[in-house]
């Protein structure tokens, strides 16, 4: 069940918040007084922004009123991401970061360079390099993957634009083929905990919380 509260700025959301978070905690003590977990969850998590961690931990010993908590962790979404991939054994992944795609697309675009049609000129410029690198990125957060970037291609009638979707493709394309099997990107352990969600029994006995964002990417 997926519940959402919102409200006026004036009013004290995160008193509402950790009230509500409270109770869960008080009902999964009496259950283990009682010595089972009878339609209870095992624990709660509050997943805030990651600049928010700390003081998300505060608030909670504030307004809960407890030295401490077994049952109530604060995470952040990354660090929730890598407790299932853990649990799930995919947490040993080799990952390649933003600097390391940076190398292998400067590699990349030089391999390509005689068979793209619109960019040959810029595969020795670093900085070209960096907008394809955020340009990829940004693509992953968006689960646009090459295929769908190729099917925009034929579809265009704009001569130009059906050029440089090529090559993007092309470029993301060769990206892909180099580093499946052997790494794993940062933006993708995003997907990676998503395909990973319904196989953790943490998440699966557990009353989740999230607060603080401004904002997701869809």
Request: hydrophobic share 40%; net charge negative; glycine share 6%.
């Amino acid at each position: 069940m997926l519940n959402i509260y919102y409200g006026r700025e004036d009013l004290d959301k995160e008193g509402f918040l950790f009230s509500e978070i409270g109770k869960t905690l008080e009902a999964i003590r009496e259950e283990n007084e009682k010595g089972g977990l009878r339609g209870c969850c095992k624990r709660v998590f509050l997943i805030v922004p990651d600049q928010y961690t700390l003081q998300a931990e505060r608030n909670a010993f504030y307004y809960l009123k407890a030295p401490g908590f077994l049952e109530l962790e604060v995470l952040s979404l990354s660090r929730l991401r890598q407790k299932v991939l853990t649990e799930t054994g995919s947490g040993e992944l080799t990952y390649i970061n933003k600097n390391g795609r940076q190398m292998l697309l400067s590699w990349i675009l030089r391999e390509e360079a005689k068979r793209l049609k619109t960019f040959p000129g810029l595969v020795h410029a670093p900085v070209f390099a960096e907008m394809m690198n955020d340009l990829i990125a940004e693509m992953k957060m968006y689960n646009t993957t090459a295929d769908e970037i190729r099917q925009a291609a034929e579809e265009s009638d704009d001569a130009v634009l059906k050029a440089k979707l090529s090559d993007i493709c092309a470029v993301f394309q060769n990206y892909e083929d180099r580093i499946r099997g052997k790494y794993i990107d940062t933006e993708d352990f995003l997907s990676l905990f998503m395909s990973k969600i319904r196989e953790s029994d943490i998440l699966r006995e557990s009353e989740i919380w999230m607060y603080g964002f401004d904002y997701l990417t869809p």
